[in-house]
C-alpha cells in the first residue's frame, strides 16, 4: 500500500483529512448537542448540506443519469450513512465518554475487513481474522462487558457505547453497498442522495422533539451555531464527499484504514478540552483494539507477503 500511496496520494490524503475533521467532530458533536435535541441537529445539519449541495447536484445529474433501477441501493445508503448511523452517533455520543466513543470506532475497520471479505470478495488472511477477534473482545472490554457481570457500570454508558458500536455497524453496511455504487456514479451524486435521505427520514423525529420542548430553539448560542456550521461545512458536505471520493479510488479496506486518525486527535481533544480521563478499563482494551485493528487491517498486506498460505 504504500507504494500506491507514492505514486497516486490525492485520494489517500482525501481519506486522511476526512477522518481528521471526524476526529474532531466528536468533540464538536458533544459540546453542540447540549444545546440541541439528537434528531433536530441531525436535521439541520442535513437539510443546510442538502441545499447547499442541490446545485451542484443538478449540475452532476445533467451529465449523469440516475437509472430508477438504482434508487433502491442509492436510498439504503443514506438511510445506514446517515440516517442510522447519524442517529446512533449522536444517542450514544450524548451518554458516553468521547474517549471510549472515539476508540470503539476503530472496529469499523475491522468490520469492513469482515465486510470486503464477504461481499465484495477481497482477499482477507488468516492473521486478520485472528487481529480482528482481538479487537473486537477490546472492544467489549470498552463497552463494559466486564462491569455488565458485576454489575458495576452505568446503565446509561453502557448504552451510549452500544449506541455507538451500532453507529459504526452502520456505517460500514452503507459504505460496502456505496462502493459498488460509486463504480457507476459520481461522488458527489452519491453524497447528496445520502444527504436528502437523511434530512427526509430526520423531518418527523425532530418535529416531535420540537413539539416537546419548543423552548430549545431560545437557547441556542453562538457556540451552538458554530457546533451546527462546523458540522454542516466539513463534517457532512467535505468530509463525506472527500471520503466518497477517496473510497472510489481505493477500496473500503484502505479507506477505513485512516480510521485510526480519529481517535488519535478525539482523545487529545476529549482530555485537553472537556478533561475527560482514561480509565484502567479503558487502556486495557484499548490496546487491545489497536493491535487486533492493526493485525485485522495493516499487517495484511505484510502477512500475505511473508505467510501466503495462510490464506482463508
Known amino acids: 500500500m504504500t507504494s500506491q500511496i507514492l505514486k497516486k496520494p490525492i485520494p489517500y490524503l482525501a481519506l486522511i483529512l476526512a477522518h481528521l475533521i471526524w476526529g474532531i467532530n466528536f468533540i464538536v458533536a458533544k459540546i453542540t448537542l447540549q444545546e440541541f435535541p439528537p434528531m433536530s441537529l441531525a436535521f439541520l445539519r442535513f437539510a443546510l448540506a442538502s441545499?447547499?449541495?442541490?446545485?451542484?447536484?443538478?449540475?452532476?445529474?445533467?451529465?449523469?443519469?440516475?437509472?430508477?433501477?438504482d434508487l433502491p441501493k442509492l436510498i439504503t445508503i443514506?438511510?445506514?450513512?446517515?440516517?442510522?448511523?447519524?442517529?446512533?452517533?449522536?444517542?450514544?455520543?450524548?451518554?458516553?465518554?468521547?474517549?471510549?466513543?472515539?476508540?470503539?470506532?476503530?472496529?469499523?475497520?475491522?468490520?469492513?475487513?469482515?465486510?470486503?471479505?464477504w461481499f465484495?470478495?477481497?482477499?482477507?488472511?488468516?492473521?486478520?481474522?485472528?487481529?480482528?477477534?482481538?479487537?473486537?473482545?477490546?472492544?467489549?472490554?470498552?463497552?463494559?462487558l466486564p462491569q455488565v457481570f458485576t454489575g458495576t457500570i452505568s446503565t446509561q454508558t453502557l448504552t451510549g457505547n452500544l449506541f455507538i458500536v451500532l453507529a459504526a455497524t452502520s456505517w460500514v453496511i452503507g459504505a460496502t453497498?456505496?462502493?459498488?455504487?460509486?463504480?457507476?456514479?459520481?461522488?458527489?451524486?452519491?453524497?447528496a442522495i445520502a444527504f436528502l435521505v437523511g434530512t427526509i427520514s430526520m423531518f418527523i423525529p425532530a418535529g416531535i422533539e420540537y413539539i416537546q420542548n419548543?423552548?430549545?430553539?431560545?437557547?441556542?448560542?453562538?457556540?451552538?451555531?458554530?457546533?451546527?456550521?462546523?458540522?454542516?461545512?466539513?463534517?457532512?458536505?467535505?468530509?463525506?464527499f472527500l471520503f466518497e471520493w477517496g473510497l472510489a479510488k481505493t477500496s473500503i479496506?484502505?479507506?477505513?484504514?485512516?480510521q485510526y486518525i480519529e481517535p488519535f486527535i478525539a482523545t487529545v481533544l476529549a482530555v485537553l478540552i472537556l478533561g475527560e480521563r482514561i480509565?484502567?478499563?479503558?487502556?486495557?482494551?484499548?490496546?487491545?483494539?489497536?493491535?487486533?485493528?492493526?493485525?485485522?487491517?495493516?499487517?495484511?498486506?505484510a502477512h500475505h507477503r511473508h505467510h501466503k498460505a495462510h490464506r482463508v
Open 177 to 191: 453497498i456505496s462502493k459498488k455504487v460509486l463504480k457507476k456514479y459520481p461522488s458527489l451524486i452519491v453524497t
Open 279 to 301: 480509565s484502567n478499563q479503558f487502556a486495557v482494551g484499548g490496546v487491545m483494539v489497536i493491535i487486533g485493528a492493526y493485525l485485522g487491517t495493516l499487517a495484511k498486506e
Open 253 to 258: 479496506i484502505v479507506a477505513d484504514l485512516f
Open 78 to 117: 443514506g438511510l445506514f450513512v446517515i440516517t442510522l448511523n447519524i442517529t446512533f452517533f449522536f444517542e450514544g455520543i450524548k451518554r458516553t465518554n468521547v474517549v471510549d466513543a472515539s476508540v470503539l470506532t476503530l472496529i469499523i475497520p475491522m468490520l469492513s475487513v469482515l465486510s470486503g471479505w
Open 214 to 240: 419548543p423552548a430549545w430553539v431560545n437557547q441556542v448560542t453562538v457556540l451552538g451555531i458554530l457546533g451546527l456550521t462546523f458540522m454542516t461545512l466539513l463534517s457532512s458536505i467535505s468530509a463525506y
Open 120 to 144: 465484495l470478495k477481497e482477499k482477507v488472511y488468516l492473521i486478520n481474522l485472528l487481529g480482528i477477534a482481538a479487537g473486537l473482545v477490546g472492544a467489549l472490554v470498552i463497552v463494559g
Open 51 to 69: 441545499l447547499l449541495l442541490a446545485p451542484f447536484f443538478l449540475t452532476q445529474t445533467k451529465k449523469v443519469k440516475i437509472d430508477k433501477a
